[in-house]
Nanobody, 124 residues
């Protein structure tokens, strides 16, 4: 059974840091493009960051460039999102997603597997 489980969300003050992790079971996520999406209340789900399967190509939405870093741990079969200099506008539910192809995409319909989401709340 394929499963993605996020962890690491929580409440943090503006300017603080959090590290989200996504653990996969039932498949090797190293073979697929991975992404972190987020959805704030009343807003559409958006791609925050993506990473390709093998060549390390990454994508960041403009609002998080220079503050967030996506990475893979190929031994642990996990993908992480290091979030620094957090702002109140980063508050959202963050989802890990796996695509059934190697190249990155910002389109949520290209992602086949999704985690349950983890809440990130940044207070001002």
């Amino acid at each position: 059974q394929v499963k993605l489980v996020e962890s690491g969300g929580g409440l943090v003050q503006s300017g603080g840091s959090l590290r989200l992790s996504c653990a996969a079971s039932g498949f090797a996520l190293n073979s697929y493009a991975m992404a972190w999406f987020r959805q704030a209340p009343g807003k559409e789900r958006e791609a925050v960051s993506c990473i390709s399967s093998s060549d390390g190509i990454t994508y960041y939405v403009d609002s998080v460039k220079g503050r967030f870093t996506i990475s893979r741990d190929r031994i642990r079969n996990t993908v992480s999102l290091q979030m620094d200099s957090l702002k109140p506008e980063d508050t959202a539910v963050y989802y890990c997603a796996a695509a059934l192809h190697a190249s990155i995409s910002r389109t949520n319909t290209e992602y086949r597997y999704w985690g349950q989401g983890t809440q990130v709340t940044v207070s001002s």
